[in-house]
């Protein structure tokens, strides 16, 4: 490729794509308790499943910082235009981190080429923009007409969330323990999306998990009508017969081109949880 594409661990990227595109990944930081891991570096999804079970708090999360960016682009090529793809900036210092990086090397190294973009999406939404990059590098679009289609991109892509439980969001102090118990009593289920700056936000609460699957699949005809050449990406965490058999109502419901399935990492499943799901997709 004539761009080298990077993103963190806030990307969530089935494996097909991974190494159509050869992303660079600079993961996270997760925390259980005095134990520190980078995210696909030293915990795999299968560890972080089974320490998930066994804490009683939440881990907590941390970005890369500036010098792990910064090595991350001093190792490629300094010929090849690097375009990195941040999680939102609207849920963390990430992207203010990567930018910091970009400007410490171009110090050093005026003629580099390095452009920090903030997607205002997470998970499977920026998968979503890796494929919308490799498809306009196939189709020849050198570094600053890709630079300029992925930042208006950013603005009409839609990331959709429906959680089957609350009890991450009340562990994790996002959600009171009292409305947290209400909710549960009486089996309310959230609907989720990431608002015009890239925060995450509750667009409905829905009683019944049926009731919440139905409307999850039914709200991303109100985001789209035009489903020509459409890619929907979709990510769950440790619920996968869940999250194809839903996949498969969106496909039957709609026309899209193609889809992506894969498991959620550590930063969107730790606030999702157990069979959280999202899906992205470009809106009209």
Known sequence: M???????????????????????????????????????????????????????ELP??????????????????PNMPIVMLSLSKGLSVTYENAVLAKDMLLEEE?????????????????????????????????????????????????????????????????????KGTIAKTLNIKLLMKASQEGKIEVAEKVRGDKKSIRRFVDQIGEYTGNFDGKIISMTHF??????KKVLGEIKAKYPFKDSYLTEMGPLIATYAGEGGMVIAFFND
């Not at 190494?19 to 560890?47: C, H, M, R, S, W």
């Not at 907590?60 to 090529?77: E, G, L, Q, W």
């Not at 440790?238 to 999250?243: I, K, T, V, Y």
């Open 2 to 56: 004539t761009v080298q594409l990077m993103t963190d661990g806030g990307a969530d990227i089935p494996e097909s794509l991974r190494e159509a595109i050869n992303v660079v990944e600079v993961p996270l930081y997760l925390n259980f308790n005095d134990e520190q891991y980078q995210t696909g570096v030293t915990i795999d999804l299968k560890t972080f499943r089974k320490k998930m079970k066994e804490s009683e």
């Open 60 to 77: 907590r999360s941390s970005a890369p910082s500036p010098n792990d960016f910064y090595v991350a682009y001093k190792a490629v090529d």
């Open 110 to 178: 005026p003629d580099r080429k390095i452009e920090v973009i903030n997607t205002k999406t997470a998970s499977c939404g920026i998968a979503l923009l890796l494929d919308e990059a490799k498809s306009k590098l196939d189709e020849g679009y050198d570094y600053k007409q890709l630079v300029s289609h992925l930042r208006k991109r950013t603005e009409n892509i839609s990331t959709l969330f429906v959680l089957k439980t609350l009890e991450n969001l009340v562990r994790g102090g996002r959600l009171d323990k009292v």
């Open 238 to 243: 440790d619920a996968e017969d869940r999250a």
